[in-house]
């Protein structure tokens, strides 16, 4: 069992950036992903980045350029830079990790509120 908990969210002005990290209670080197999902109000939670064990990384259309996002198998974390950002980022924020075997977990999330 792996637990993973986010910080970083918080509140932010319109163009501003937060850096999101989510810490692993165990080893994600061989989580085959890795990857941070957002759900707001109202809305059903949706992919916002990816980054695989080879490193390959994913980005949904809408943070692409704006978001990046990147794991440290040393450290067991995963970090999602956001830039740029706007009112229509605001969310939880969701640390997710998924091994082939051992299936999947999630994260509680974390309140990004983006201000105008």
């Not at 390959?56 to 259309?61: K, R």
Request: proline share 2%; aromatic share 10%; with cysteine.
């Amino acid at each position: 069992q792996v637990q993973l908990k986010e910080s970083g969210g918080g509140l932010v002005q319109v163009g501003g950036s937060l850096r999101l990290s989510c810490a692993a209670s165990g080893s994600i080197a061989t989580m085959n992903y890795m990857r941070w999902y957002r759900q707001a109000p109202g809305k059903e939670r949706e992919l916002v980045a990816s980054v695989a064990r080879s490193g390959n990384t994913n980005y949904a259309d809408f943070v692409k350029g704006r978001f990046t996002i990147s794991r440290d198998n040393a450290e067991n974390t995963v970090t999602l830079q956001m830039n740029s950002l706007t009112p229509e980022d605001t969310a939880v924020y969701y640390c997710y990790a998924f091994h082939l075997l051992r299936g999947d977990f999630w994260g509680l999330g974390t309140q990004v509120t983006v201000s105008a």
